[in-house]
């Protein structure tokens, strides 16, 4: 292969063009983008979606007293809404889960959670295995915010176990709900300790692609900038506060003062709304698919192939955890290169088996057979 | 102006304190997310693989030498030495071209000997032996359990058709090829060497080649039932009046009028290929390359993809195991057409690049 550039400077072939052509057609389509918020109740995981993409998805909602909370169990709610800017469009789902870490035991309330999520890459997986894969309808979770509590000393055993769940089946952001209840030295402190947490439990959240050599400087120091930051302690506030002569922000009135939400010196709301709308919608998609679905599709075409497979893959799954990258097999790779072999020799058998089939069919159809087909 | 619609309702729940309505201040910043897929569409660059049919001397090799603005074959002169293949082969050629800072991966894949021999029947099926080869292994790639990220695209996207400037309608090779082809890939026919025929008799062959294709029902690029909407109806409606178009293909410059022109010189004259009064070059680029690239992959990927897919899928006898589980019949050699002389070889391009004006 040469590289080769254009005769003349001033004579362009033109496809410099290409990216407005993709552009077209994504205008045309628009965007699609399913997001899950979970979490405790009261972290400000409502408020904080209507800040954050400037609708009423929780317009009418109804808080439930403690009483209608003791009965209820872990739901999945899912609202959709469309978002227009500058001709673009986005249509937004949103997965609730009320009810999370609301009982009193907890135990295994993250499995509904986790189903749902397996649910959505099957329907996929089913989709694109289909004869007609014209408008695939794509509901896989792209991303789900995890809310932290500011009022603890870190994850509790509840997050942890949440994570563990569902680190390698989405992508987690975690975020730190209703910061506005800390001060900036006990803001740094926690983020510091849940990050301390996370390595030590090994739970993968989402990690950032690296900065080009060629991006911008000013690109780059966001981006090291929105690294750091991760927990986002964020405050979410559905009012504008109008003081006399000051401009209108989006905020809470104290007495002691007014927390503006989009003051990167007061929440890392804005980093928030950066990383997931401006800069990383369209990777969280892509991690989304090209890694944690292909892993989920490569589990299962595996268990396929193998159905005794399925067995063993859900007893190592408890006893040890695998020291490859996502996707991880569910067994370890001396056994996965293994089910490959024999799946490939199972493939091999059957085409053989085929052929024969096929043979003795065109020798019947040989006699009948003079035009051309088609 | 921002518009936001809930598209489901909540479910109701007993008791009282309301979330407060949300007033709108500022915006959400979506228009950011396009600005990521173009970011991401430089990084990775595109692929485009064309295929040029026709007979010899029609002006394949410099016709695409003249698209691309490139030596992406060295063929000015006919090269009375090489013997006239005897039998029909195809030739791929891979370059990487790169224009402000966007780069793009071109295959142009030959056919030479097509319609040489005195017997031309059936010389379409290597073709589409070839064309469907590149189907299979794409599918074959797509149902592998561990799946590369970024499947390997060597599918044909367009086929460039060089119909010989004989003035009177579409030869019988023609109307089977075509016939077949439109089927399986993209065709965009064009009347090759058009330098010999006056703008009238363009336009006379142009319009009965048009209605030969009616006739025959021949669907070329870009096809009817593919217009999405107004726009794109109204665009390709014009396209579809100057299809096929007359073009002529040059790699050499010459002085015109003080400007240096790619051209065909001659003693009544110089041809000039960018010249819209001359030739509908222009036409035949910017449809390639400047406003149906994309559309012309998209068409590929998501009909004649599909449809071979579909195929092969309903061919295989088996029924699938479970989502995602296909166990694929081998294909069939009816299937993909291929008979015996048909041979498909990549060669890389060992010429040098010259510059000329």
Not at chain 1, 110 to 128: G, K, S, T
Not at chain 1, 137 to 160: A, K, M, N, T
Not at chain 2, 113 to 124: L, P
Not at chain 2, 338 to 355: L, M, T
Request: net charge neutral; proline share 5%.
């Amino acid at each position: 292969m040469w590289k080769m550039k254009g005769l003349k400077d001033k004579e362009y072939v033109g496809f410099a063009a290409l990216p407005n052509q993709l552009h077209r057609k994504s205008v045309k389509k628009g965007f699609d983008f399913t997001l899950m918020v979970a979490g405790e109740s009261g972290l400000g995981k409502s408020t904080l979606i209507n800040s954050l993409f400037l609708t009423n998805l929780y317009e009418d909602r109804q808080v439930p007293d403690a009483s209608a909370r003791t009965t209820q169990t872990l739901t999945i709610e899912r609202r959709g809404v469309e978002i227009e800017e500058g001709g673009i469009k986005v249509k937004l789902t949103l997965v609730d889960t009320p009810g999370f870490g609301d009982s009193v035991d907890c135990s295994d309330c993250w499995l509904p959670v986790v189903r749902f999520i397996e649910e959505q890459f099957e329907q996929y997986l089913r989709d694109e295995s289909g004869l007609n894969r014209k408008n695939i309808q794509d509901s896989r979770v792209h991303c789900c915010l995890y809310f932290i509590s500011p009022f603890g000393r870190g994850l509790r055993p509840l997050d942890v176990a949440f994570l563990r769940a569902v680190h390698e089946k989405v992508n987690v952001i975690p975020v730190i709900g209703k910061a506005d209840a800390l001060m900036p030295r006990e803001t740094q402190v926690l983020k510091q300790k849940i990050r301390d947490q996370l390595k030590e439990e090994e739970i993968n959240i989402y990690q950032f692609p690296e900065c080009d050599s060629d991006e911008d400087e000013e690109f780059k120091r966001q981006n090291e900038e929105m690294k750091g930051s991760i927990p986002f302690a964020v405050v979410g506030s559905c009012e504008v506060v109008r003081d006399g002569g000051t401009r209108p922000v989006r905020g809470r009135r104290y007495s002691w003062g007014t927390v503006e939400v989009e003051n990167p010196h007061h929440c890392d709301f804005l980093n928030l709304r950066r990383m997931l709308v401006q800069t990383h919608l369209q990777d969280l998609k892509e991690v989304t698919h090209d890694l944690l679905y292909e892993g989920y599709r490569a589990r299962c075409l595996q268990s396929l192939a193998r159905p005794g497979a399925r067995d063993r893959a859900s007893r190592s799954k408890l006893s040890r955890q695998s020291a490859t990258e996502i996707p991880l097999p569910m067994l370890p790779l001396a056994d996965t290169e293994k089910l490959i072999r024999e799946k490939d020799e199972e493939l091999r058998r059957m085409q053989e088996m085929l052929e024969k089939m096929q043979a003795q069919m065109q020798q019947s159809q040989a006699q009948g057979e003079q035009s051309d087909s088609l | 102006m921002d518009e936001r619609r809930s598209l489901s309702p909540c479910s109701s729940r007993p008791s009282s304190p309301r979330t407060p309505p949300c007033e709108i201040l500022g915006s959400v910043g979506i228009e950011a997310v396009l600005d990521q897929l173009r970011i991401k569409a430089m990084k990775t660059g595109f692929e485009f693989n064309i295929m040029v049919v026709g007979q010899s001397g029609l002006g394949k090799s410099t016709m695409v030498n003249t698209l691309f603005k490139s030596k992406v074959w060295q063929s000015s002169l006919p090269n009375l030495e090489l013997p006239m293949p005897q039998t029909l082969e195809l030739h791929s050629v891979t370059h990487v071209i790169e224009e402000k800072g966007l780069k793009l991966k071109l295959t142009v894949t030959d056919t030479p000997g097509f319609g040489d021999q005195i017997n031309n029947d059936k010389c379409w099926d290597p073709i589409l032996s070839y064309i469907n080869q590149q189907y299979e292994q794409y599918l074959q790639e797509e149902l592998l359990i561990t799946r590369q990220r970024h499947i390997p695209d060597t599918r044909v996207h367009c086929c460039v058709y060089f119909v010989p400037p004989t003035g009177h309608c579409l030869r019988p090779l023609d109307i089977e090829f075509l016939r077949r082809l439109c089927r399986t890939v993209n065709v965009v026919p064009v009347i090759a060497r058009a330098d010999s025929l006056t703008i009238e008799e363009r336009d006379a062959f142009r319009s009965r080649i048009q209605q030969n294709l009616k006739t025959h029902c021949i669907d070329v690029y870009p096809q009817k039932c593919f217009d999405e909407d107004v726009n794109d109806q109204l665009l390709n409606s014009k396209i579809r009046e100057q299809i096929p178009f007359a073009v002529v293909g040059a790699d050499r410059e010459h002085l015109v009028n003080g400007r240096c022109v790619l051209g065909r010189k001659t003693k009544w004259g110089i041809i000039e290929v960018e010249n819209m009064a001359h030739c509908e070059f222009l036409l035949l680029r910017d449809l390639l390359i400047r406003s149906h690239l994309q559309d012309l992959k998209d068409i590929t990927h998501n009909v004649h993809y599909e449809n071979y897919r579909v195929l092969r899928l309903n061919e295989s006898h088996l029924l699938p195991r479970g989502p995602g589980w296909v166990n694929l019949a081998p294909a069939s050699p009816g299937q993909l057409m291929s008979p015996g002389p048909g041979k498909v070889r990549k060669r890389a391009n060992k010429d040098p690049r010259e510059d000329e004006c």
